[in-house]
């Protein structure tokens, strides 16, 4: 059975950074995206950043890029989403999600299978 783990969500003022861990368990797949999504109170849930797996590249909004970086660690089986600069708008739950095929853009989360149970992300102004 698949699982995924999220953690290191917290409170922070605007200008701070957090990083965000996804530990993947129970996944056999030799390819797989895995992405971050975020969903603040009253809005949809919105695409952040995916990677794909085996190295096969990294894609963001626009919204995060050059602030947010995902990355993955491959025997730890774990990923990452290291966040710069936060703002305000940032604040919102930070989900990990999986699906068994590479994408070329964040996409949506009706693309992904797999999900974590969130960790929440409060930026202070």
């Known amino acids: 059975q698949v699982q995924l783990v999220e953690a290191g969500g917290g409170s922070v003022p605007a200008g701070g950074s957090l990083r965000l861990s996804c530990v993947i368990s129970?996944?056999?797949?030799?390819?797989?995206?895995v992405a971050w999504f975020r969903q603040a109170a009253g809005k949809p849930r919105e695409g952040v950043a995916t990677?794909?797996?085996?190295?096969?590249?990294?894609f963001y909004a626009a919204s995060v890029k050059g602030r947010f970086t995902i990355s993955e660690d491959y025997e730890k089986d774990t990923v990452y989403l290291e966040m710069n600069s936060l703002k305000p708008e940032d604040t919102a739950k930070y989900f990990c999600?999986?699906?068994?095929?590479?994408?070329?853009?964040?996409?949506?989360?009706?693309?992904?299978?797999?999900w974590g149970q969130g960790t929440q992300v409060t930026v202070s102004s």
């Open positions: 999600a999986a699906s068994g095929s590479w994408r070329y853009d964040v996409g949506t989360a009706t693309e992904y299978t797999y």
């Open positions: 129970g996944y056999t797949q030799s390819t797989r995206s």
């Open positions: 990677t794909n797996s085996p190295y096969g590249g990294t």
